[in-house]
């Protein structure tokens, strides 16, 4: 028979412990709240106030409901209080130590039938239940910070858990309004496991100097729709919190994409922990403050005018797929001449054709007037020989990601092709240099990758080789913001931005489903509802297609030969077997 949860203990009024105590008092439970001194209770009873205040502001909660929401709510300093507990949620500071010694205290007041649960988002719910003579009544119940938006609790068993523990725990959950997911006992759980790597190889690349902070978060927000970048995100978790987890991470899986970046160590030591010093990777205006002010590292307004851009009127665009027609139509709506090259002038006409429908569509949406669509096919001209190029002041070459292809065609457009004229690749992994090194002007090549749809979507990554001059890279972050789009500045390493941070994220998740850890939905449901992302890997992996995942995957492999970047057995194995994702109408998922 199912045990009955009225009374709920919560030890730990921080932020995350106010935010469990809220979500429990609005479901109509008794709370009993336990701290370690009365500044502790204030500091809670302050996040609580503060909370429901701004909820009864904007009509999600009536001044009546707050009331009684409060009633049920007592505080103390005594862990004795929570002797009638039916569950109690520990939520202190990620310590083993702390929290094994509240394990061990709770075990001797609550009553034998009562469940103890930790919020640990990281450490061991095994070596913190083994304190206690009640381990197989002990649990994980990771709530996910804003605790109460977020749907997504993680409820996490060990090999001694009671199967009815289980059961129950997940009807509570269910109870409060949330979206339990099942777990073994490993460190990082779902979330975190997939998420802090992903957020330590950021750190990284801000350490290594190849991006700023703001275009490694700009790239990830604008390029994949993330609600955060890495860093600011960050900022957001905590610092320290965010080293403790990794470190945890790495000192149970010894993988060195887990240890944590020396960049972190030194801004904890230096206080600078994120928003709730003030300061992180970025200045904020006050302690616990989300606004951003300038700082040193400010990027400077007047640094777009520092090398003069060349003048670009005409663009040459090479290719006839989606991304090259997109291209087409990008510049064209912002009044530049584009010449369209293709094979053969029906393909050519044929990718034109194209791009009179997206128009058309946006015409129909009343996005776009008739005149102005008309306008804008009159400004592409379709072209077969290269040496209609010849009068280019910018080429953007869209054509296959083959590397032999790519260099053919810059090796033409060099014999052809002005003096001063800027030669663009919109390779998404392959090395710049490469197509750079098959002219004879490798400073005016440089890599424009653009993101799909080009009409769409606002991230452009301007990838600078070492050859590439700088008027060059002015000239390409000037194009860009011309076009309206948000330019990020990267340096030639594969995967430059978005796929060097993106696909290592996508390839741990197979690997954790590889590892039967999870079920794939699980993991999707992890990541969009604890992380708020807006999809899941394995939905984003059946889109993009797991062939080009893979062939990315390996690419970053074999650059940096990285053991954790090495692709997945189990998406080389649905490669093999023709399961490509959607396209192929099967690939994690069938889809009819």
Known sequence: MAREINTVGVVGFGTMGAGIVEVLARTGLAVKVVEVDATGIERGLGHLEHSTSRAVRRDKLSSDENTALHGRITTSLDLNDLADCDLVIEAVPES?????????????????????ASNTSSLSITEIGVHTKRPGKVVGLHFFNPTQVLKLVEVVRTVVTEPDVITDVVAFTERLGKSPVVIGDRAGFI???????????????????????EDLDAAMRYGCGYPMGPLALLDLIGL???YEILDTMYHQSRNRLHAPAPLLKQMITANLLGRKTGRGFYSYDGPDSPVVVADTQTPQSDVDGAVPARDVQ????????????GIAEVFAKRGYDVVLRARSLEKAEKAIGAVRKSLDRAVSKGKLAEADRDATLARILPAVEFVELADCDLVVEAVAEEIGIKKEVFAALDEVCKPGAVLATTTSSLPVIEVAAATSRPADVVGLHFFNPAQIMKLVEIVETISTGADVVATARKICLDLGKHPVHCGDVAGFIVNALLFPYLNDAVKMLEAHYAEADDIDNAMKVGCGLPMGPFSLLDVVGLDVSLAIQRTLYLEFREPGFAPAPLLEHLVTAGRLGRKTGKGFRDYT
């Open 96 to 116: 083993v130590e702390l929290k094994a010694r509240i394990f061990c205290a709770l075990d001797e007041i609550l009553k034998p039938e009562a469940i103890i």
């Open 191 to 213: 979330a975190n496991a997939l998420l802090f790597p992903y957020l330590n190889h950021a750190v990284k690349m801000l350490e290594s100097k190849y991006a700023t902070r």
């Open 240 to 242: 320290d919190t965010a």
């Open 314 to 325: 005409r663009v040459g665009v090479i290719g006839t797929g989606t991304m090259a027609t």
